[in-house]
């Protein structure tokens, strides 16, 4: 990419009609990695919440500039995206486990860099379409592109916070944003360029795909809930250990 220096910026159409698509990307794309940092901050005291969204979402964007210059090769490479799917539907199932409602003892609460570090991974695996957008908007313009993924921090921000407080108030968003995760997942999986070489899925087939791990997540993670909970019924006080251990290590 011929990148040209900030002291060569000019205020033509061109220039604000880049700026202006890369605001309508960046509040488009924003929802999806906004999810999964809500849901990994759940856990921690409100205190601690909005800290752990301004590091996570901050260390992201950060590696986004970093990823920016070769996330199109990397898309291009065998497995990279089937194995980001994987990953960010393991995250969804285990966030959801974490945070489903419903749970008669207060699920198990993780530290502050474990929370970090989930968004942090989760976010660069998900963000390789989203950089590639911003990137695409830019049009070579260094200036347009450093703003596009800095831009990209107070919208993350604003909406995992009130996603977070939404999810205290409402747990049932938490079965919507495991199902996002779970077709962004699905979408990665299927979209990885060995699947497409080997199979040529339709876009029914896709939208199959989506579909299937969007109700699987659900499924299989309130499977996994029920098991802990009978897991607890059968033996209450090694779950109040483990509950209690938790809190101390926190």
Not at 74 to 85: E, S
Not at 165 to 174: A, E, F, T
Not at 215 to 238: A, C, D, F, S, Y
Request: aromatic fraction near 12%; hydrophobic fraction near 55%.
């Amino acid at each position: 990419m011929d990148l040209c220096s900030f002291s060569q910026i000019h205020f033509n159409w061109e220039f604000i009609l880049g700026a202006l698509s890369i605001i309508v990307i960046d509040l488009v794309l924003a929802g999806d990695n906004a999810v999964i940092i809500a849901m990994a901050v759940r856990t921690l005291p409100r205190r601690e919440r909005k800290r752990g969204i301004f590091y996570g979402a901050g260390a992201a964007v950060a590696l986004r500039v970093v990823f920016t210059f070769f996330a199109a090769q990397l898309l291009q490479i065998q497995f990279v995206k089937f194995a980001g799917g994987a990953f960010i539907i393991w995250i969804a199932l285990k966030l959801f486990v974490k945070g489903a409602p419903g749970e008669e003892i207060r699920k198990e609460v993780q530290t502050f860099w474990q929370a970090v570090w989930i968004i942090v991974v989760a976010d660069i695996t998900m963000s390789a379409d989203n950089i590639l957008a911003i990137a695409a908007a830019s049009k070579g313009n260094l200036f347009l592109l450093v703003f596009g993924l800095g831009l990209s921090i107070p919208f993350i921000v604003f909406t995992s916070n009130i996603l977070s407080m939404l999810m205290d108030k409402y747990p049932v968003i938490i079965y919507i944003g495991a199902a996002i995760l779970g077709r962004v997942g699905g979408e990665m999986i299927i979209s990885d360029p060995f699947i497409v070489n080997l199979f040529h899925p339709s876009r029914i087939v896709q939208y199959g795909v989506e579909l299937f791990f969007t109700v699987g997540v659900i499924v299989v993670g309130t499977l996994q809930v029920r098991m802990k909970q009978e897991t607890r019924k059968k033996n209450p006080q090694h779950a109040f250990r483990k509950q209690c251990k938790s809190k101390d290590d926190h």
